[in-house]
């Protein structure tokens, strides 16, 4: 393996530029070329690479987002038109390619190596947390916390006006995100996909009303954005209870920000030992690096592709009783 290159693909996340950087520069320390392939799948089809060097990551470990940009392809999913990138892989001369992103993007860097036979290497980077193959992704931790700040200061107004506020978070059809937000936001309900059949709005209504009666001055309900429309919830909730209540959207800001201690160390961990791993496989080989109990692991991509990752529902189930 001489030459390998690497993209982000899908939704961005806070810590993707430290993955880049431990990508670059632990391929060249290991006698490597690398390239950058720009804008995910999408630049992949349009064949846009640019060499990457020691310096071309420079001055990017605190910056959120992704230099390499990322763009969605729907494009990718066919076959035929996979075909223009491998024409592109091969007038690189790539042998290996390490892709940095979500669980949708998993399926193409998989599509790659099942057309092709390159070898690819996936690191798990997505706000949602719902790769199954590791505990945590990368950027995760910095939209909790993005989160957990918001939730703070909505407590804030929410106590000055004695108000319920529902507080919509990303995840797409997952609850993870929320989850812990709510959990160490104190909320007083989470609603999340997993649990869909707890979204009862009387009986939410009724816990409010509840909560009001024996002195709390606010209400903050954490709900994942797979669960629906905050608005609706708020409207049906303040006919019902009577109490005035308000809702925010946080959407975009989540994806947003400088990286976490955590999100920049996920990134370079995961790049460091994606390029290792990627320099010692061979033709046909798909494999992914994550962290499973606090310890680095290299899944096969054909293993954990098709599997989903189960929400904490003893988390969810402690949050009931804190919240009485
Ligand atoms: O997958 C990350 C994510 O932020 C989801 O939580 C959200 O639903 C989705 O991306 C939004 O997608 P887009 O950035 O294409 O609008």
Known sequence: MKRIAVMTTGGDAPGMNPAIRAVVRTAIGNGLEVAGIEEGYSGLLEGMFREMDVSSVGGIINRGGTILRTVRSKDFHDREIRQRAYIHLESAKIDGVISIGGDGSRRGLYAITKDTGIPTCFIPASIDNDVYGTDYTIGYDTAVNVGLDAIDRI?????????T????????????????IGLTGGAEVIMIPEFKEDVDIKKTAAKLIQGFKRGKSSNIIVMAEGVGLSSDVAAKLEKITGLETRYTVLG????????????????????YEAVKTLKGMKKGDSRMVGICGNKLKVSEMKNVISKERAIDAYAYKMNKIFSL
């Open 155 to 163: 407590r804030d107004t929410a106590g000055s006006h004695e108000r």
């Open 165 to 180: 506020f529902i507080v919509e978070v990303m995840g797409r059809e997952h609850g993870f995100l929320a989850l812990e």
């Open 252 to 271: 975009y800001i989540q994806r947003g920000g400088t990286p976490t201690a955590m999100s920049r160390k996920l990134g370079l961990m995961f790049g």
